[in-house]
């Protein structure tokens, strides 16, 4: 989403994927994040975390489900 590559050009998307890359240890995610956040707005950040929190599974289900 960050370079609009196959899909449409989306900073905020990008953010919350690259963030969730990042909290899972990846290195170049980490630095492409930060060099992102310099190009949003604090709006456009909030607006990532929040789709992250959307894409994002909080627990996993029960094996039961």
């Known amino acids: 989403y960050a370079a609009g590559l196959g899909v449409p050009k989306d900073k905020v998307r990008a953010y919350a ?3 969730m890359a ?3 240890g990846d290195s170049q995610a980490s ?6 956040e310099k190009q949003m707005t604090q709006d ?3 607006a990532g ?3 992250l929190g959307k894409i ?4 996993p289900p029960d094996e039961d489900d």
Not at 56 to 59: C, D
């Open 49 to 51: 975390a929040a789709y």
């Open 31 to 36: 630095k492409d994040l930060a060099r992102l």
């Open 22 to 24: 990042s909290r899972n």
């Open 44 to 46: 456009e950040q909030k």
């Open 17 to 19: 994927w690259l963030k």
């Open 56 to 59: 994002v599974i909080k627990e």
